[in-house]
């Protein structure tokens, strides 16, 4: 593939935006990328370099960037932001991401309401937007709320029981249910119904103070990774979303 259509599958402008960025020697390729630092800059947007076997790297105005054919990204989602492009009364999640995301189409795998922080998906892959978000699919998504009142046992089983949300024809279930502490609830639920867990909380008897979410199929979000914070998917973490 050409360095300008790298560039523009990558996000980093129109055709004519990538190739005035190659232009102005502002962008170079290391396809190790241990050699980044002695990397020279490639004026030539005509320039070919293999993109299959996933190690190209390049940099623009030396800021160092894998080339992927899609995007896969997990975020730490903090309170306070909105999962949409359009948001209405606070900050968009993709003020959190590199403009590059935005522009080559990332879109939230799911969505989390403002307030409720933890493990955001994103992705511009649709079939795996598809595949995470049907219903038909039975994702487990793990989230740990933090409660008003304290749990008690009647509240635990009725929620292990299922309790009846406004609006459905048949009561809920959570597929597990764990008191961590008296104010502390650890709830599995394998649908993404609006405000699922804390019209749950509420069905059951108490409420919802504070939500976040844990896991997703068996992808555990990163101790590691700050709140607002980004990072690729890997191997290893794409595997693990796959086991549910």
Same mark, same amino acid.
């Given at each position: ?43 030539? /947007? ?136 008296h104010h ?35 992808l555990v979000? /990163? ?22």
């Amino acid at each position: 593939m050409n360095l300008e259509s790298i560039l523009f599958t990558q996000g980093f402008g129109s055709r004519r935006q990538c190739r005035a960025l190659i232009g102005a020697g502002r962008v170079s390729v290391a396809p190790d990328p241990r050699a980044h630092p002695g990397a020279e800059a490639c004026t030539d /947007p005509d320039a070919d370099f293999p993109t299959g076997n996933g190690t190209l790297h390049f940099s623009v105005d030396g800021v160092l960037w894998p080339y992927r054919e899609h995007a896969y990204l997990l975020l730490n989602k903090p309170a306070g932001y909105e999962c949409s492009r359009e948001p209405q009364h606070h900050p968009s999640v993709f003020s959190l991401l590199p403009p590059q995301f935005s522009e080559r189409g990332v879109q939230c795998v799911g969505r989390l309401d403002q307030d409720t922080t933890g493990l955001l998906l994103l992705s511009d892959d649709g079939k795996f937007v598809h595949l995470f978000t049907s219903p038909k699919r039975k994702v487990p998504k793990l989230y740990v709320a933090t409660t008003r009142h304290p749990l008690d046992d009647a509240q635990l089983a009725a929620l292990r029981d299922g309790v009846l949300l406004h609006g459905e024809p048949k009561p809920i279930a959570a597929v597990d249910v764990e008191a961590r502490d008296h104010h502390t609830l650890a709830l599995t639920v394998m649908e993404g119904k609006y405000h699922q867990v804390k019209r749950m909380i509420a069905a059951a008897g108490n409420r919802c103070e504070a939500l976040h979410r844990e896991r997703i199929g068996g992808l555990v979000l /990163p101790e590691t990774l700050a709140e607002g914070a980004w990072q690729w998917l890997d191997d290893s973490e794409f595997e693990s979303l796959r086991k549910l």
